[in-house]
């Protein structure tokens, strides 16, 4: 089984920058899928980032050129470096592993069988 556990969120005000980490346990995730989902209060959950065990990494248009996602193998954990952020980033984040996509694409949420407990991130504005 694999446990994955976040950490890093907080309260920040608009333009500021927090970084996500996500430690996980129980296998050794360096050949694994590895990414970011997010769900804010009333809304559905929605992919924020991904990278693969190769390191290439995808990312919702909402967050691109403001989030980076990146990985430590060495430390079996996963980052979401995010700046410039706004009130609508305010979220609850999930980290998510897979070993196997299994063909779906990696913004689908269905794809993933490992997800951490979520960490809460608050923008003000």
């Known amino acids: 089984q694999v446990q994955l556990v976040e950490s890093g969120g907080g309260l920040v005000q608009a333009g500021g920058s927090l970084r996500l980490s996500c430690a996980a346990s129980?296998?050794?995730?360096?050949?694994?899928?590895m990414g970011w989902f997010r769900q804010a209060p009333g809304k559905e959950r929605e992919f924020v980032a991904h990278i693969s065990w190769s390191g290439s990494t995808y990312y919702a248009n909402s967050v691109k050129g403001r989030f980076t996602i990146s990985r430590d193998n060495a430390k079996n954990t996963v980052y979401l470096q995010m700046n410039s952020l706004f009130p609508e980033d305010t979220a609850v984040y999930f980290c998510?592993?897979?070993?196997?996509?299994?063909?779906?694409?990696?913004?689908?949420?269905?794809?993933?069988?490992?997800w951490g407990q979520g960490t809460q991130v608050t923008v003000s504005s």
């Open positions: 998510v592993a897979e070993r196997d996509l299994s063909g779906l694409p990696p913004q689908a949420s269905e794809g993933y069988a490992y």
């Open positions: 129980g296998r050794t995730l360096s050949n694994y899928h």
